[in-house]
């Protein structure tokens, strides 16, 4: 798992301004020895902002009245923190890991909501580029409109970055015992946010949800040539029930 999130700069300065979250930070500037063990934050002694290097036995410290001044001062060689912002990684925030910080501060999940269809839609292209957007935004008000279907949303800062579409399965499922039976019937989270667990978090609300339908198990099923899915898949604790060839062929007139 990923533990040095990329955190949006101006989320950041926003928490840093109201000290909401970020009171002790321990960060790494990327391709730069000097600046492996770094830490800042805030406090309501002396000056606001605070700021510290270490480097072997020696401390530089800094301290600051605003946060822009801590975000603008040019401390590293020249440069500020703002400036090089794409090489800043957090290692430690209040104690935490980034990856744990982040979820509990930038991440929301919903259910389905009428203003996220067009949002759903274009990520289920993305999952399913054979359908057009326009397809699948009707598709995805069918699924919602269904009492034995849901979806289930993820966002990180206001972006939705990844659904899940269970439902509920009356007819046999293979592998399972029991009816009905609780099927992930989609999953997807954007690239760049993958290997994060949100992808577990997503699964957990689709199997509460078949719980609450009355489903005693839950199931899913990929290509067997999709190698990511059959991994991602065992991740997330299922088993591989069987495995299955389809043939087709036109019948002569």
Not at 171 to 183: F, L, N
Not at 198 to 219: D, I, M, P, R, Y
Request: proline share 1%; aromatic share 14%.
């Amino acid at each position: 798992m990923k533990e040095n999130f990329p955190i949006k700069y101006d989320y950041f300065r926003e928490r840093l301004i109201e000290k909401d979250g970020v009171y002790e930070i321990n960060f790494h500037i990327t391709d730069d020895e000097d600046y492996q063990d770094v830490w800042m934050g805030y406090c309501n002694e002396h000056k606001e902002y605070w700021f510290g290097r270490m480097k072997g036995s020696e401390e530089n410290g800094y301290d600051f009245e605003t946060a822009d001044e801590l975000l603008n001062a040019k401390v590293f060689d020249g440069k500020s923190m703002a400036e090089l912002w794409d090489k800043v990684e957090f290692d430690l925030i209040n104690g935490v890991s980034t990856h744990t910080w982040v979820w509990k501060q930038c991440w929301n999940s919903y259910t389905a909501r009428e203003k996220d269809y067009e949002k759903i839609a274009r990520l289920a292209c993305e999952l399913w580029p054979h359908h057009s957007l326009t397809e699948m935004c009707d598709e995805i008000k069918e699924i919602i409109a269904s009492e034995n279907d849901m979806i289930f949303t993820l966002y990180c800062y206001k972006e939705m970055v990844g659904f899940a579409h269970c439902g509920v399965r009356k007819d046999y499922v293979e592998g399972t015992h029991s009816s009905p039976v609780g099927y992930l019937e989609g999953i997807y989270v954007k690239e760049k946010y993958r290997n994060l667990g949100f992808a577990t978090e997503l699964v957990t609300c689709c199997q509460n949800w078949a719980k609450s339908k009355g489903c005693k198990e839950f199931a899913s099923d990929c290509e067997i040539t999709n190698d990511a899915s059959v991994k991602l898949h065992q991740r997330l604790g299922f088993a591989e029930a069987s495995r299955l060839v389809h043939f087709a062929k036109k019948l002569e007139d």
